[in-house]
């Protein structure tokens, strides 16, 4: 069946550097992926999401590209702030018409 | 619009007793997901409705959970005899149908305790 895995638990950064959260899937079928950000105590909240192969999506200073080939779509951000310290949750949905899978979740920590 | 609302937002409860989660959907949205948030697992699918219709509950622990929709407005996660393991913060979404692509958006949880 249809799985997501992020592979880091705990992110730890310092303000202004790069940063690059890994997730990658399994499906049989033509995926649809997600990243989520949940701050604390608040509710989970989409990100980005993207069905189309090799095309960079946007939003909010952070971009992801799926890659079918690697079964990837790793979110990335060129320069992180302290607000953006939070849990990240990539998902997969597929066109088997099943609900959204989501890995583990990273948890990113931005220091000053 | 208000988004999501779940309530309550914390519950605690002794071993062995009941617990019920309450869930009002987004206006409109047609299809209703409940999902389990532990650090360990971190989301965790339970079940989901489309036009209130319960369409998927394979991640239901079969025993002890149950989840209704008897109305476009709301939904509830009944957990009976409730166990330790059964602490976690409990998410419910909706989205504006059961499609592949459909954004799902996110109340704030209710966090069960369980003593």
């Known amino acids: 069946g249809d799985s997501v895995t992020q592979t880091e638990g705990l992110v730890t950064l310092t303000k202004g550097l790069p940063v690059m959260l890994n997730c990658t899937y399994q499906t049989t079928y033509s995926p649809f992926l997600f990243w989520y950000v949940q701050h604390l105590n608040e509710a989970p909240k989409l990100l980005l999401k993207s069905s189309t192969d090799n095309k960079r999506t946007e939003h909010q200073g952070f971009y992801a590209t799926l890659h079918k080939s690697s079964s990837s779509f790793h979110l990335q951000k060129s320069s992180v702030q302290l607000s953006d310290s939070a849990l990240y949750f990539c998902a997969l949905s597929d066109n088997s018409g099943t609900y959204q899978r989501f890995g583990t979740g990273t948890k990113l920590q931005v220091v000053p | 619009n208000a988004g999501v609302i779940q309530t309550p937002r914390h519950k605690v409860t002794g071993k062995g007793q009941e617990a019920t989660l309450w869930c009002e959907p987004i206006?409109?949205?047609?299809?209703v997901f409940w999902y389990r948030q532990t650090i360990v697992q971190g989301l965790e699918f339970l079940t989901y409705?489309?036009?209130?219709?319960?369409?998927?509950d394979s991640g239901m622990p079969k025993e002890r959970f149950s989840a209704q929709m008897p109305n476009q407005s709301h939904s509830t996660l009944k957990i009976q005899s409730t166990q330790p393991q059964d602490s976690a913060v409990y998410l419910c979404a909706s989205s504006l149908d059961q499609g592949w692509q459909n954004t799902l958006y996110f109340g704030a949880g209710t966090r069960l305790s369980v003593l």
């Open positions: 409705f489309r036009n209130q219709a319960p369409i998927d």
């Open positions: 206006s409109g949205h047609s299809a």
